[in-house]
């Protein structure tokens, strides 16, 4: 059983998803760039047997509204805010993917008292000014052939060969969240994410935290994880092998298993 709700931000409404034990811990979930609430699908039944699950569609994403842009990580960050305080909330396990983690980065670094542990999964801390002009495509992309020009090269990122070539359906419901997506909300966060600097502010993040990457992702790959491991004292890091950067998509028993060995000892 699960439970709908429109929360109101402070640029129109976000779209959440509740499901789970009531009295259980809350597990918030953040999804990726161009996706939705329901890109969790895979991983949602195992955690939501000893946690409530909390999943949002970011602004700009899925059944949210689309407020104007720029976007910028603060206000991002009290999107989170707001859905844990109408939900009436105090602390949370917060779980993000690739922008989700960025988001969750700023939850540790300014909100310590409202996290209660941080997932952090196919993300980066920094993302370098040389590739500005990469950015600048994918958005001129969207601007003159919509999102559909983004479904082939996205999907060859976010998925090994391996994968694809499996034929799971899991992908095709990937590629039309992609092609969902409203062009102006991508384009926002796309702008926010190519500014993200927040290495040298990892240090201050004081929750229990957990990093995982896919062994296989070219976008946020091994080598960023690693930086926000080894800036986030006493953090964990988790290389799932045959993944890349859809990793609770394409190994969900295995980053399901890897969320709650993280979690479960903190319920005792």
């Known amino acids: 059983m699960f439970e709908d709700h429109f929360?109101?931000?402070?640029?129109?409404?976000?779209?959440?998803?509740?499901?789970?034990?009531?009295?259980?811990?809350?597990?918030?979930?953040?999804?990726?760039?161009?996706t939705s609430l329901y890109s969790w699908d895979s991983?949602?039944?195992?955690?939501?047997?000893?946690?409530?699950?909390?999943?949002?569609?970011?602004?700009?994403?899925?059944?949210?509204?689309?407020?104007?842009?720029?976007?910028?990580?603060?206000?991002l960050a009290?999107?989170?805010?707001?859905?844990?305080?109408?939900?009436?909330?105090?602390?949370?396990?917060f779980l993000g993917l690739s922008m989700g983690g960025m988001v969750g980065q700023v939850l540790g670094i300014e909100h310590p008292d409202r996290v209660s542990a941080l997932i952090l999964a196919s993300t980066t801390s920094f993302v370098p000014p040389e590739t500005g002009p990469i950015w600048d495509e994918r958005i001129a992309m969207m601007r003159s052939g919509g999102m559909q020009s983004q479904i082939e090269s996205t999907i060859g990122r976010w998925f090994t060969q391996g994968f694809l070539d499996s034929g799971e359906g899991?992908?095709?419901?990937?590629?039309?969240?992609?092609?969902?997506?409203?062009?102006?909300g991508c384009i926002s966060w796309c702008e926010?994410?190519?500014?993200?600097n927040?290495?040298?502010?990892?240090?201050?993040?004081?929750?229990p935290t957990l990093v995982i990457v896919g062994e296989d992702d070219p976008g946020t790959p091994v080598a960023a994880a690693r930086v926000i491991h080894e800036a986030i004292a006493g953090s964990k890091l988790v290389i799932l092998s045959g993944a890349s950067h859809q990793a609770p998509v394409e190994q969900p028993e295995a980053f399901a298993v890897a969320v709650l060995e993280f979690l479960n000892p903190m319920r005792a």
């Open 7 to 34: 929360v109101e931000s402070d640029a129109g409404r976000l779209f959440v998803r509740v499901e789970g034990m009531h009295d259980a811990p809350v597990l918030l979930l953040h999804h990726s760039l161009a």
């Open 192 to 196: 926010a994410i190519k500014t993200l």
């Open 78 to 93: 009290e999107d989170v805010l707001r859905i844990l305080d109408q939900l009436e909330v105090n602390r949370a396990h």
């Open 170 to 184: 899991h992908v095709d419901r990937i590629a039309r969240m992609i092609a969902r997506t409203p062009v102006e």
């Open 198 to 207: 927040l290495t040298d502010k990892l240090g201050a993040i004081t929750a």
């Open 43 to 75: 991983i949602v039944p195992a955690l939501s047997q000893n946690y409530r699950v909390i999943r949002f569609d970011a602004r700009g994403h899925g059944k949210s509204d689309v407020p104007e842009g720029p976007y910028d990580f603060t206000h």
